[in-house]
């Protein structure tokens, strides 16, 4: 097999020789079963619904003939477990994955219940079923069933948590403090290229989610008697987020870009044989940024910093009042870069916005970082896991990198445990809108990974 940052190439593809799986039943009902489970830690959960998600994983693990801890002290419960595998001397991987899952709503907006599960078109239609109960219960489901059979190949240490969609940082915190490690990692929170051919993510990008808050005065005045006079704390905010937006050339101001590792000659090479991003921005109805941006598109969302304002709040939206704001507010959410600092980034973004705001206006910000990371594709597990999903898919596997982010893969990277991130999910899942879906051949393909990825990393 020869190897290419961006590509693999396989020395003679097969793409007609592998049809795509249907899942067994058993794996579709447990899905199913999982799914029913409103298990949202994202705003407008129940702590009750988040225990029952996690304590329905951990009876899997037990009934294999594993061992299995929920703990607490971690945010919300986390699964713990272990199923050994068929001989004393064989490598450990540990699979990763989330039960918890965003808010449905508005509910309105759904076609069918968000958490009664539906099948319409080939897809399994339910919150969570592609991000991530969908995308990880293959794993799960397998290692349990080879486990039971006693012919599991690898030992699995499973790792499941119930705050990613809330940002929380229990995992992070016990995968840094626990010392038993894992030959590799699987994590199957990502996607495929396209609806055959399975990707392989070899970075992803940092994030600072924060919040900024303007204060002008004591209370909201009347703009009759104080307009052109009073300091409007919405204007106040829009000046101060105008120095940390993209400037002309649709890019953040250089001290926001600080320490990016440009992408190398040879990936820039192998994304230009992907899709054209200008047409993956019309595929979803959006306008471009720049006029560059879609001939741009990889390096901008891959190998770039970007910074959105995802919220504003100030005044009174709702009906026609005649007042000057005295507070306002915004969300922002940075992307960064492979090689950025998040605690130095911070730090700039903060003074920027403190520069910007004018004189009178006090600004707070409190914000959340975490850094980004990267795996090396010449490591033994990830060489070994591009051949299995080939022959999952029957098509060469594609390296590349994603533009979002998942928290704990910087917390392996640290601890020096590569990672297999992967997995099935497709842009029409529509994840975190309404009518989120999980194709049910996308199902079948990750129970196929599945038993490739065991027997394969048995030879580590």
């Not at 039943?25 to 298990?39: F, G, K, M, T, Y």
């Not at 790792?159 to 929380?168: P, R």
Request: net charge negative.
């Amino acid at each position: 097999m020869r190897w290419q940052m961006g590509r693999v190439w396989p020395s003679s593809p097969r793409p007609s020789e592998t049809s795509l799986p249907a899942p067994s039943d058993r794996l579709l009902a447990d899905l199913i079963e999982w799914l029913r489970i409103p298990s949202i830690s994202s705003g407008g959960g129940d702590a009750a619904d988040l225990r029952r998600a996690a304590e329905w994983a951990s009876e899997r693990i037990l009934a294999a003939g594993g061992s299995c801890e929920i703990l607490a002290g971690y945010g919300n419960p986390l699964v713990v477990g272990e199923l050994r595998a068929a001989r004393a001397d064989a490598p450990t991987v540990l699979i990763y994955g989330h039960y918890d899952v965003q808010s449905a709503d508005p509910r309105a907006a759904w076609t069918s219940e968000p958490f009664e599960p539906v099948i319409r078109d080939g897809r399994l239609f339910g919150r969570g079923a592609s991000d991530d109960k969908g995308n990880f219960l293959p794993l799960l489901f397998v290692a349990c069933e080879l486990a039971a059979a006693g012919t599991l190949p690898v030992n699995v240490r499973v790792l499941c948590e119930g705050d990613e969609e809330a940002l929380g940082d229990g995992v992070l915190r016990f995968v840094a403090a626990d010392e038993r490690g894992a030959d590799c990692a699987i994590v199957f929170d990502a996607d495929m290229l396209n609806e055959r051919t399975p990707a392989l993510t070899l970075a992803v990008r940092g994030t600072i989610a924060c919040r900024v808050s303007v204060r002008t005065g004591a209370r909201a005045l009347h703009s009759g008697v104080f307009g052109n006079a009073a300091l409007n704390a919405t204007h106040a905010l829009m000046q101060a987020l105008a120095a940390v937006l993209p400037g002309p050339d649709g890019l953040l101001p250089e001290p926001l870009r600080a320490g990016i590792h440009p992408p190398s000659p040879s990936e820039l090479a192998a994304w230009r044989a992907l899709q054209p991003g200008g047409e993956i921005l019309a595929s979803v109805g959006v306008a471009p940024s720049h006029p560059a941006a879609g001939a741009t598109f990889y390096e901008r969302t891959w190998a770039d910093a970007s910074l959105d304002v995802s919220g504003i709040e100030g005044g009174d939206s709702g009906q026609q009042r005649t007042i000057i704001p005295h507070e306002a507010s915004a969300r922002l959410n940075m992307r960064l870069a492979a090689g950025q600092d998040p605690e130095a980034i911070r730090d700039t973004l903060e003074r920027l916005l403190r520069a910007a705001a004018p004189a009178g206006a006090t600004l707070e910000l409190s914000a959340f970082s975490m850094p980004g990371a990267g795996f090396d594709p010449e490591e033994p597990a990830l060489r070994l896991a591009a051949e299995a999903l080939e022959r999952t898919c029957g098509v060469p596997c594609v390296l590349k990198r994603s533009g979002g982010s998942i928290p704990v893969l910087a917390a392996f990277a640290k601890r020096g445990i590569p990672v297999i991130c992967s997995g099935f999910a497709l842009e029409d899942d529509r994840i975190h809108a309404s009518d989120e879906s999980f194709r049910i051949e996308s199902l079948g393909l990750g129970e196929r990974a599945a038993h490739e990825l065991y027997a394969a990393l048995a030879t580590l």
